[in-house]
C-alpha cells in the first residue's frame, strides 16, 4: 500500500535498564561495548525488534539473554527517538526497567557480555543517550517508590526493617525518621512479620519480613 512505502522506514530497539543492590548499594548492570558504533563505552543492554515479536517480548529476550531469568518484574519507561541518538543508522528505542534481587541471575551470563554491576553513584560515561534514559528511569523509580511496592523486588523473599528502611534511603537519596517509617510499615497490611529471626548482624537478631503479594492484590493500599 502506498500509505506505508511512501514513508520512511525506522529501526527499533529496546534498551534494558537493570537495577540491583550489591553489597547494600543500588547498582546498575552496564556492558562494554566490543563493536560499533561507541565501541569501547559502556552502555545498558540492548537490542533490535524482531518482526515476529512485541516490543514487550524484545524486552523480555534482551533480560533473559543477559541474565538467564524469566518472569521478572519490568516497567516500560518510554520512547527515545532523537533523530540523531545512534550514529549508525536512525533507530528509535523503547527503554524498559528491571529490579533484580541479589543473586536472582547468572555471572557467567553477565561475564559472557562483558557486564558488570556499577553504583550508580559512580556511573562511567556512557554512549549514546543511554544517560539521559537511566536519568529519567531514576525520577520514574523514585516517585513510585513510596506508593507502590516495587522495591521488594530489589529485596531477599525474608527482609529485616532495617534492610527495608537502607533500601529506601538508598532509592530516595536521604534519611527517613526510624520511628515514623516503622509506624508506616505497621500500619501496611501486606509487610508481614514472621516468626524467623536473622542473626548475622546481632547475637539478639532482628525479626524477618516478607511482602505479602497476595493481601496486597486483595487491598491495593501501599504508602511507607
Known sequence: MAFY????????AVDCIIFGLVEGQLCL???RRDFEPERGKW????????TDESADDA?????RQLTGLENVYME???????????PGERVISIAYYALLGPGEYD????????ASWVPVDTLPQLGFDHPEMVSRTLELIRRKF?????????????????????LHETILGEPIDKRNFRKRVAETACIEKTDLIDKTSSRRGAS?????????????????
Open 29 to 31: 548492570l552496564l556492558t
Open 43 to 50: 552502555s545498558v543492554m540492548g537490542g533490535f525488534v524482531q
Open 208 to 224: 524477618l519480613y516478607r511482602f505479602n503479594d497476595s493481601r496486597y492484590h486483595s487491598d491495593p493500599k501501599f504508602r511507607i
Open 76 to 86: 516500560q519507561v518510554g520512547a527515545f527517538g532523537a533523530v540523531n541518538r545512534d
Open 107 to 114: 555471572p557467567q551470563l553477565l561475564a559472557n557480555h562483558n
Open 5 to 12: 512505502s511512501d514513508n520512511p522506514k525506522f529501526y527499533v
Open 146 to 166: 513510596s506508593t507502590e511496592p516495587i522495591g521488594f523486588n530489589l529485596l531477599p523473599e525474608l527482609f529485616t526493617l532495617s534492610q527495608l528502611q537502607t
Open 59 to 63: 524486552a523480555r529476550r534482551v533480560l
